[in-house]
Structure formats: C-alpha cells, structure tokens
C-alpha cells in the first residue's frame, strides 16, 4: 500500500496564486521529499525535510512537516504556467531506505 | 547530457513477448532503481541495485529480472508479457543507498502490451 497521500488530487489555479496541496503518510518517517513530475517527464527532485525539521524553503517552495500528525504541506508561492506539473511526496521510513510514494497532486496554473 | 537514460522511450508489443528495457546513469552514482507507475500515477519500486548488488526486490512477478553489468547501468527484462504489464517504468539512481538521498529519474520507458 502507498506510504503517502496527496491532497487534493487536483489543483487549477491562476498565475500568480499560490497553490498548497497536503501529503499524509501512516508510519514514522526518517525524512519527506517532493518530486515534481512534468507532463510525460520523469520525476524532478524539489526539496528533502528531515523528520527533526519542521519547514524548510527553497525558492519559491516552503514545506512544512508535522510528524505528530503525520502530515506535510508543499506551499508553491507566485505560481507561473511552468508550475503545471504533478507533484509527489515521498517519504522514507525510519527502518528502511526505501522511497514511497503518493498518487501525487496535478497542478493545472492558467495564464 | 542525460544523467539518466532509459531506452526505448516506448515500447508496444503484443502478449506473450519477452523485453528488455535498458538505462545508464552518467552521475557516477552507487544504487540504482526501477519503478513501476500505473494509469493512476501510483509510483512503486520494483528492484534497487547498490554497487551492482541487489538489495530491494519487492513483491514483483519473476518474470521481470533486473540485471546490473556495471554501476552505470540497469537493464529490465521482463518475459511472457501480460497486458497488466503496460505501465510507464522509471530508471533513477542516487549517490548512495542513504535515506537523505534525493534520486534522479530518468524519463520513462512507455509499455504498451497488446
């Protein structure tokens, strides 16, 4: 069964707007990542957050984790039309190295 | 240059045919992956290699066998195909079998059984 999953499944938004999509996952984690796949593209690393670490940014990607609930948000701020892509959180549990991954959330940013 | 290559990028074939699905990581990286992703986008791992060593082998039908020449590469094999074989698979690799390591995707090999 998948570790992780993305909410909502599906996210339009207008550029400019920002879009937050949430992640859950069932056991404890050592780490979260978030890819990001483009249409017909193979997956693009975006951002790792450590099970110790709370929010981590980069660029214009904030997330956020809280592993009392077991749960992460990825915050993509001043969207543009090149943000249309799906996004997946992964996460790798304490006991193994293993990736797992979500079902993933489909941005849609329109002009 | 490619840091992860797979070929071919698509692949249609009938039934009952045997595979291969070939990839190359120029990244100089140890541990190496195959994925499976379904019509639903659920991205599961198949196999993981580090330094030519089998170390993930989830629950996968036998008639898939990775197989690993040299760090660099991972092949798929996969015989008797069915149709519930037709997803797009995934190479990635990463530096090290480490729990921090970000992986590097290539970009996808498209299986169509008929």
């Known amino acids: 069964s998948q570790q992780g999953e993305e909410d909502p499944q599906a996210l339009s938004i207008q550029e400019g707007e920002n879009a937050t999509m949430n992640c859950s996952y069932k056991?404890?984690?050592?780490?979260l990542q978030w890819y990001r796949q483009n249409s017909g593209r193979g997956l693009v690393h975006l951002i790792l957050i450590r099970s110790n670490e709370r929010e981590k940014h980069s660029g214009r990607l904030r997330v956020t984790l809280d592993t009392s609930k077991k749960s992460s948000s990825l915050l993509i701020t001043a969207s543009r039309a090149a943000d249309t892509a799906s996004y997946f959180c992964?996460?790798?549990?304490?006991?193994?190295?293993?990736?797992?991954f979500g079902a993933g959330t489909t941005v849609t940013v329109r002009a | 240059d490619t840091a992860v290559s797979q070929t071919p990028k698509y692949l249609v074939t009938q039934m009952g045919n045997d595979k291969s699905i070939k990839c190359e990581q120029n990244?100089?990286?140890?541990?190496m992956y195959w994925y499976k992703q379904d019509s639903k986008k659920f991205l599961k791992i198949m196999f993981s290699?580090?330094?030519?060593?089998?170390?993930i082998n989830e629950t996968v039908p036998n008639r898939f066998s990775p197989k690993s020449p040299d760090k660099a590469h991972l092949n798929l094999h996969i015989n008797s195909l069915e149709l519930g074989d037709s997803a797009v698979y995934f190479c990635?690799?990463?530096?090290?079998?480490?729990?921090?390591?970000?992986?590097?995707f290539g970009p996808g090999t498209r299986l169509t059984v008929t």
């Open positions: 990635a690799s990463s530096q090290a079998w480490l729990a921090t390591n970000e992986q590097y």
């Open positions: 990244l100089g990286h140890d541990t």
């Open positions: 290699y580090n330094n030519k060593e089998l170390i």
């Open positions: 992964a996460t790798s549990r304490s006991n193994d190295y293993k990736l797992s």
């Open positions: 056991t404890s984690i050592n780490n």
